[in-house]
């Protein structure tokens, strides 16, 4: 009998369907979300089975839909745990872009990196103080901690993240309210993929442990962060990175 439920965002693909997979297996319910993937979303519904409690579409790029995401994934039944995962990176060239590219980059990244989760975080602490408390994690980067070229929106956007999730871990605490962080570094997903086959060799080369953190890899330390073996954890967030960087 499964008896927690959690809310996945941006979990038809990649990082988050590993996440939605990882928990099913380690006993939550767990509720889907997708953007645009539809056919997507319904792979991962079918691989996840009875575990799966709802399918939801909302469009992270406009903030007040993640409050509405939640209200309408909570109707379907009850939240114990939220993971804000869906993002964006778009890089930007910070001087020559142009002023409309750079508006609008500005705001889809924060859109959809900072402020949805925290709406949906804000909605999700209301329903855990009534319920005893919940867990939240939240999935940044390594460049929140690093600089990198080109990404400066995108780095803004994580930092702004790992810092929220420091101080809303001391804010939350009374309220038995636990939120994490994972920032991982490169990650071989497809969409990752995309546009640097010619540097993979090169990337790998730069970490330590010879290759590139896997969907699954990520999964396994949401997995843990969510589970009654880090309960004593809270504001933290881990770096997946294969020992590629140190802060």
Partial sequence: MRSKRVLVTGSSRGIGRAIAQRLAQTGWSVALHYTNGEKEAKQTEKLLGTACTGVYRADLANPAKATELFSEALADGPIHAIVNNAGVYMPLDFLHSGDAAFKANLHKTFAVNFESPLMLIRAAAKHFEKNGGGKILNVASRVGFRGEGGAALYAASKAS????????????????????????????????????????????ESIPLGRMATPTDCAATVAFLLSDDATYLSGVTIDINGASYFH
């Fill in 161 to 204: 993240l790992i810092n929220l999730t420091r101080s809303l871990a001391v804010e939350l605490a009374p309220q038995k309210i636990q939120i994490f962080g994972v920032a991982p570094g490169w990650v071989d997903t497809a969409m990752a993929r995309e546009g640097m086959e010619e540097r993979y060799e090169q990337i790998k």
